[in-house]
């Protein structure tokens, strides 16, 4: 075999097997995301389930139901009000960590760092949500030792910030791992560069590290919100029903009033709904870090 | 403008291990282009960055213009850092590169433009102000870099290799540029480099270092010609080096090196003992033919290197000599096995400390 052959040759194989490797993640998308997706889109505009239900036919009533209770509004705002303040604490909590992590020089501290941040990933979401009723239910650790102290005992869970407590603690490590892979890749000369032109390091920093950082924000904050305004078991635990998000009333709609075509308007405005929040975002973020009118 | 660097007894040891940079004395005169100049993990970075403020000594004091900024932090001591891979600011402009600085000391946004422009101008620049940093060539980086340090009109320009990215040719003419630069602003410039060329070409003193210590400072003449220790003659260009034992007598000194070869020193005090000398291969004249002169030997190889050829020349005693000599166009270099003599005035050696 000549060389020019082999040479011609070698692309297309590799894009060959590239496009192998590709099928069963294709499939799997096909298959469990956009299949079931277009399926609870079909059924959010039918009066039934047609696999049981032989005479059922297309309706907008889920749709006119969602929007003529208000109730529905409050739920949803709830879900989004929990979903953005777990987003903000996770942000002002974790970049402060990651920031450490990303510039630690020796090894065992990140080493040791990390396993930190990791550590609680290894207990389940159920197991942990538990631990935090033991310490925050109205007799629990953190109102003994309120009273024990004198004060008054509070209302700890049962409520939205018991919720949001619980959804950061889960979704943290997300937060920050996804920092600490972009601020690592920001070179620290250039922080000593804007120092050396007479920044302070706090200056320096909001100049230079942040704006430099703002995709690895985008990421983690999108990737928290996603996962906090469609959790389910740590808003059912923390909030004993007392609060009402989507992902419960889903729940409800299916389990207790078998109303799936309702349950499936539900879910096609919870994706709606957070597909907006996203490209909002996305969109401020882009135009504040437009990296041009800061300066 | 420019200011005066006294650098007194500088140590830095990093947790408690072996010093990188040990005991450093050296002042940088006023206008100065001034080389710190070694090979990797001298300690010429560190003592840059300690300048600069990015490090703290362990030890010793750094006084610019008479006073003690050794404790003061990196912003507030007014000078201009090239760093080596530039670091510029991927996010901004050209434009807002070189006005960061100035936007830093609240300068008003008419006098910023016009002093960038100004900056972008003396680097030969204008008309990419609207860029950003990742749409320049490497050279054309560098000189942003270099306009966003000079712009502040520091008193003190720090420079950590900042042609080593650059390719040979474009590396040339950036010495020139800068060199030419640096006279024009009269800024005192600390250089540190790796490239002793470099370091000769454009330095008017430079510091030799080795293992966190000064080897030698020097005019670039003084470095070459009289190199103070075995590393600097060694680092420094080609160099012969020889050890043996002082013979002779006062009058008239000679080093024994070995049993086929005793070399006739220049007449010096204080001579004792195991002695090193420095001989540098163009001032070892060759004659072909065999007698005469201070030594014989064959021509090993030759290495045409253009405007000079290089020679290999093998002595008695499996003992070799690096002999350079002028392309004069007399036609093919020396073949291999052609017996020489070896000449030099015994000037030509350098007595070496260890």
Not at chain 1, 134 to 149: E, F, H, M, Y
Not at chain 2, 165 to 173: F, M, V, Y
Request: charged residues 15%.
């Amino acid at each position: 075999m000549s060389r020019a052959s082999a040479r011609l040759g070698a692309p297309r194989l590799g894009a060959n097997v590239m496009g192998l490797a590709l099928l069963p993640s294709a499939l799997f998308f096909a298959l469990f995301f956009f299949l079931p997706i277009g399926l609870m889109a079909v059924m959010s505009f039918l009066t039934g389930n047609p696999v049981v239900m032989p005479n059922v036919v297309a309706t907008t009533r889920h749709y006119e139901r969602i929007l003529d209770d208000p109730y529905y509004f409050e739920v949803m705002w709830t879900t989004v009000r929990i979903g953005l303040y777990t987003t903000v604490a996770a942000l002002l909590l974790g970049y402060p960590l990651a920031h450490l992590m990303a510039r630690v020089k020796s090894r065992s501290l990140h080493a040791l760092l990390l396993m930190a941040v990791l550590m609680p990933m290894l207990t389940g979401i159920v197991v942990r949500t538990f631990a935090w009723m033991a310490i925050l239910s109205d007799k629990g650790v953190a109102n003994q030792i309120l009273q024990a102290l004198g004060f008054a005992p509070m209302q700890l869970m049962y409520n939205e910030f018991g919720i949001v407590l619980g959804l950061v603690h889960i979704y943290l490590p997300f937060m920050i791992l996804t920092l600490t892979g972009v601020i690592g890749r920001i070179d620290e000369r250039l922080e000593q560069a804007a120092q050396n032109l007479g920044a302070s390091p706090l200056k320096a920093f909001c100049e230079v590290t942040l704006p430099l950082s703002v995709p690895g924000i985008l990421a983690g904050s999108l990737l928290v919100f996603a996962l906090a305004i469609s959790a389910y078991v740590t808003p059912i635990l923390m909030g004993g029903f007392q609060i009402m998000t989507l992902p419960i009333l889903i729940y409800q709609q299916i389990s207790a009033n078998f109303n799936i075509g309702f349950a499936a308007a539900l879910g096609m405005v919870l994706l709606v709904l957070s597909m907006v929040l996203v490209l909002a975002y996305n969109h401020i973020l882009a135009a504040v870090s437009g990296q041009r009118d800061l300066a | 403008m420019s200011a005066r660097i006294e650098i007194v007894g500088v140590s830095k040891s990093y947790d408690g291990a072996a010093r990188a940079v040990d005991d450093i004395h050296m002042t940088i005169e006023p206008g100065e282009f001034f080389s710190l100049l070694g090979p990797s993990g001298c300690g010429k970075t560190t003592t840059l960055r300690m300048i600069a403020g990015f490090e703290m000594p362990s030890e010793g004091i750094i006084r610019v213009g008479g006073q003690d900024i050794t404790r003061v932090p990196a912003h507030k001591r007014d000078m201009g850092m090239v760093f080596q891979n530039y670091a510029l600011f991927p996010h901004r402009t050209v434009r807002e590169n070189v006005a960061f600085g100035l936007r830093m000391r609240k300068m008003p946004r008419a006098a910023i433009a016009k002093k960038v422009d100004e900056a972008l101008a003396m680097v030969a620049l204008t008309g990419f102000e609207d860029r950003m940093p990742g749409q320049l060539s490497g050279g054309q980086q560098q000189r942003v870099a270099l306009a966003r340090a000079i712009v502040i009109e520091p008193r003190v320009l720090l420079c950590d290799e900042p042609l080593g990215a650059l390719d040979k040719k474009l590396r040339q003419s950036m010495q020139f540029e800068l060199k030419q630069l640096q006279k024009t602003l009269g800024v005192t410039l600390v250089f540190v480099t790796h490239d002793q060329e470099e370091a000769l070409a454009m330095s008017d003193r430079i510091a030799v270092l080795s293992r966190g210590k000064v080897e030698q400072v020097g005019t670039p003449t003084e470095i070459y010609d009289r190199p103070a220790t075995r590393f600097v003659a060694d680092f420094i260009g080609e160099t012969n080096l020889f050890r043996g034992e002082l013979v002779g007598t006062d009058g008239a000194p000679a080093l024994r090196v070995d049993g086929h070869l005793t070399l006739a020193l220049p007449a010096a005090d204080g001579l004792s003992g195991a002695i090193s000398v420095g001989l540098r291969p163009e001032k070892v004249r060759l004659t072909p033919g065999g007698a005469g002169a201070q030594a014989q030997g064959t021509v090993e190889s030759a290495n045409f290197q253009g405007g000079h050829v290089l020679y290999r020349i093998a002595l008695a005693g499996n003992r070799h000599v690096l002999a350079q000599s002028p392309n004069d166009g007399s036609g093919a270099p020396l073949a291999a096995g052609t017996p020489v003599s070896l000449g030099w005035t015994p000037a030509d050696l350098v007595i070496l400390k260890d």
